[in-house]
C-alpha cells in the first residue's frame, strides 16, 4: 500500500527529511501490509474492545484534591513568564 | 550474594546478618564493576541511595520492618521519581525531573524498599532488544554481544548480571516477559487494572502494565503483593478487583489434577527447535508433578500482532502527542513560529522506532481508515479475548514458549521492524486480553536462557504463582547465573 508519508507527518507534527521519508515510507508500506491480513478476519456483528473487562469506571468524590503546584510543574518547562508557558508567536 | 533473592536478603536482614546500608553498598559496587559493560543502568545516584539505606535501618530500629524493608529494587526509566532524572531513554525527556513519583513508587517507598536508580529501556518502551535507547544498547549478561530482550532489557540485564536483586518493568506487548526469558530470571505481568499507572509514562494506555522482575517466583509475589491495589489517580485502576493471597499462591505448591492448557498456534514451525524442545520438557515435568496436558486451540492467534500494531501505535501516537515543547521536554532552537516548533522539537527528540510507531498509528486513526485499520483491529481483539474465554472453560492455565527464539545479536534485526514485532509473537495476545502472564526461565539452548510463559484467567495470578512455583521447586534453573559475572551456570 502507498501512502503520503509527508502528510502523515504533517498530520503527526514530525518534519521529516528527504532522506528519512525515503527510508520510513517502505517501511511504512510493508508495516500496514502486514496489518493487511487483519481483512481476512470476519468481523461482522463482532463488538470492538473498549475495556479488556466488563467493568464499570469508577467514580470519585467531586472534590478538589490537588494542591496548587503551578511553580514545580512549570520548572520543567523550556519557557514561561509570569505563571503562563511561553510560544513563538501564533498570530502576525 | 550477587545473585540471591529477594526473600533470602529479607531473611538475612530479619535476622541481622546484615543492614540495608550494607546490602546497597555491595549492588553499589556490583554495579560500579559491571555497568560499563552491560548498559543495564542510566542513572545510578550513590548519595542518594545510600542515604535511603540509613533512613531505612533507622526505621527498622525505631519502628520495625515493613514488608520491603531495605532491600534494593531498580525501577525502569520509565516511571516518575521525584528524585534524578526520568527520560524514557528518549532524548526529547533528555533532563526532565518528574515533580511527583508514580504511585507504585510512593508505594515502593512507603513499603521500605531502596531505589537503586533507573534502567536502560527502548525509547518509550518501543522495542523488543533495549537498542533504541538514547542511552545506547544494554547487553544480555549471558553474553554480552547479544540483547537483553526489550523494553524492559536493563531491569532484565540488571537482575541477571546481578547488580541488584529485583526490578520492576512495564508491559505493553511483552516488555516483562520476553527480556526475563533471554535473561533467564522471572518477570509477571499482572492483570490489566491491578496496578495504577499513574505516573508511568503511557505508550498504549488500554495495554500497559507495570509488574516485578526477579530471580524467583516468589520474589515476583513480594513486590506484586505491594504494587497492586485501587489508586483513584487511575481511572483504569479497577476498583474491588478480586483480592489475592500473593505469598500464600506460592506454598500451594500441588500440581495434582492442573490442567494446563497447550495451544497449538503457540508450538509451530518456524521457532526455535531448541526452545520447543526446553518448553516441551518443562511440561513434561509438569506432567512428572500431577498435571494433565490439554491440547487447545485459540485459532485467532496469528492476527494478534497485527492487531497489536495498529492499537499500540494508535494509542502511542495520541499519548506522544503531549511531546509537543510546550510544557515539558525538548524545544528546538530558534523555533519560527508554532508548527515549525512542534515538527522540529519532535523531529530532533524522537528516536525512529518512536517516528514510525507515531506515523503508523496517526495514519489508522486518520480520516478514512479508521474503520479499516482501528475499528478492525478492536473487533479482533474482541474474537481473541473470546478464545481465551472459550480455552478458560476447558483448562486452568495455559503453557507456552515466552519467545520464539533466545536473544539474538545486537544490530541483527534493527533494519526490518517487522522481524523485530515477530519476537514477541507468543506475549502480545494477553495483553490485547487484559490477562496475567509470568515468564520464568525453563533451560537453555547453547548457553542461552529460555522461558516458560503461563497465562491464567483475568485477576488469577494466584493461579500463575502457583504453577510457577511447583515447577520451579522441582527444577534448579533460577539457581543458574551467568559465569563471566560470577555465577554457576
Known sequence: MDIDVHKVAMLSRIRLTDDEAAHLGPQLSNILGYIEQLSEVNTEGVVPTAHPHDVAMPQRVDAVTNANRRDALQAVAPNTESGLYVVPKVIE | MPFSSLSDLKSQLDAGETTAVELAQRYLDRIDAHNGELNAFVDVDHKHIIDQAKASDAHRAKHGARPLEGLPIAVKDIFCTQDGPTTCCSNILKGFHAPYDAHVITRLKNAG?????????????????????????????????????????????????????????????????????????????????????????????????AGPMTRTVRDTAMISAILCGHDSGDSTSVVNAPEIDWLAACDSVDMKGLKIGKPKEYFVDGMDAGVRAAVEAALAKCVELGAEIVDISLPHTKYAVAAYYVIAPSEASANLSR????????????????????????????????????????????????????????????????????????????????????????????????????????????????????SQPCGFVEDLPVGLQWIAPAWREDVLLSAASAYEGATDWTTKAPAAFGGES
Open chain 2, 323 to 438: 511531546y509537543d515543547g510546550v510544557r515539558f521536554g525538548k524545544r528546538c532552537e530558534n523555533p519560527q513560529d508554532l508548527v515549525d516548533m512542534y515538527t522540529r522539537s519532535r523531529d530532533e527528540g524522537f528516536g525512529s522506532e518512536v517516528k514510525r510507531r507515531i506515523l503508523t498509528g496517526t495514519f489508522a486513526l486518520s480520516s478514512g481508515y479508521y474503520d479499516a485499520y482501528y475499528l478492525k483491529a478492536q473487533q479482533v481483539r474482541t474474537l481473541i479475548r473470546q478464545d481465551f474465554l472459550d480455552a478458560f472453560e476447558k483448562v486452568d492455565i495455559i503453557a507456552t514458549p515466552t519467545s520464539p527464539i533466545p536473544a539474538f545479536k545486537i544490530g541483527e534485526k534493527t533494519d526490518d521492524p517487522i522481524t523485530m514485532y515477530l519476537s514477541d509473537i507468543f506475549t502480545i495476545a494477553l495483553n490485547l486480553a487484559g490477562l496475567p502472564g509470568m
Open chain 2, 113 to 209: 524498599a531502596i531505589l537503586v536508580g533507573k534502567t536502560n529501556m527502548d525509547e518509550f518502551a518501543m522495542g523488543s532488544s533495549t537498542e533504541t535507547s538514547a542511552f545506547g544498547p544494554c547487553r544480555n549478561p549471558w553474553d554480552v554481544e547479544r540483547i537483553p530482550g526489550g523494553s524492559s532489557g536493563g531491569s532484565a540485564s540488571a537482575v541477571a548480571g546481578g547488580l541488584v536483586p529485583a526490578a520492576l518493568g512495564t508491559d505493553t506487548g511483552g516488555s516483562i516477559r520476553q527480556p526475563a526469558a533471554v535473561c533467564g530470571i522471572t518477570g509477571l505481568k499482572p492483570t490489566y487494572g491491578r496496578v495504577s499507572r499513574r505516573g508511568i509514562i503511557a505508550f498504549a494506555s488500554s495495554l500497559d502494565q
